[in-house]
Antibody, heavy 118, light 108 residues
Framework: QVQLVQSGAEVKKPGASVKVSCKAS????????IHWVRQAPGQGLEWVGH????????HYAQKFQGRVTLTRDTSISTAYMELTGLRSNDTAVYYC???????????WGQGTLVTVSS | SYELTQPPSVSVSPGQTARITCSGD??????AYWYQQKPGQAPVLIIY???LRSSGIPERFSGSGSGTTVTLTISGVQAEDEADYYC???????????FGGGTKVTVL
């Protein structure tokens, strides 16, 4: 079955960077978008960006342009999200999710809590 | 950029019908999708392309659309349906996803 398994929780200081991984299994990794979505405590879902693993092509939400980089390693079916210049309001659960088109997202990872605190 | 507007909360008694609206200029040109999220869990896609149920989703969940508004209907609400519900669509190019703000459904 389709599985997306994310790396563990992170605690970072303001100004630092974080890199979260998302390992896919149970399907052809290169044929589906990997999206990144974040959810701040008590808040709604916010799309961060996506990567199409076959080509490596990316799109980012304007809000995160210049601070986020999505990459992938097709040899190990893993996608990565790196967010730089962390601030306290980046504290959130970050999810990866799969889709065969830009929308919708049919499978989700378990989420990775990123806490930014001095 | 496109925005999708949902009511923050809906309250319903067990066995009654809950309706959650989602309004935005993306509709009807772009499809609507609905996700259910229970506390501490990742979202689950329950409705796609406005009105199609994902595999394993009970028939009491249905979706519809009219003009710039789409609606998720939960008929015969059960206690287990208490959750946050998010609509989703995309911009005019279909490239950039957008979520509504979410609706908390409370079963009284």
């Amino acid at each position: 079955q389709v599985q997306l398994v994310q790396s563990g929780a992170e605690v970072k200081k303001p100004g630092a960077s974080v890199k979260v991984s998302c390992k896919a299994s149970g399907y052809a990794f290169t044929g589906y978008y990997i999206h990144w979505v974040r959810q701040a405590p008590g808040q709604g879902l916010e799309w961060v960006g996506h990567i199409f693993p076959n080509s490596g092509g990316t799109h980012y939400a304007q809000k995160f342009q210049g601070r986020v980089t999505l990459t992938r390693d097709t040899s190990i079916s893993t996608a990565y999200m790196e967010l730089t210049g962390l601030r306290s309001n980046d504290t959130a659960v970050y999810y990866c999710a799969r889709g065969d088109t830009p929308v919708p997202f049919d499978s989700w990872g378990q989420g990775t809590l990123v806490t930014v605190s001095s | 950029s496109y925005e999708l507007t949902q009511p923050p909360s809906v309250s319903v008694s067990p066995g009654q019908t809950a309706r959650i609206t989602c309004s935005g200029d993306a509709f009807p040109n772009q499809f609507a999708y609905w996700y259910q999220q229970k506390p501490g869990q990742a979202p689950v896609l329950i409705i796609y392309r406005v009105s199609l149920r994902s595999s394993g989703i009970p028939e009491r969940f249905s979706g519809s659309g009219s003009g710039t508004t789409v609606t998720l209907t939960i008929s015969g609400v059960q206690a287990e349906d208490e959750a946050d519900y998010y609509c989703q669509s995309a911009d005019s190019s279909g490239t950039y996803p957008v979520f509504g703000g979410g609706t908390k459904v409370t079963v009284l």
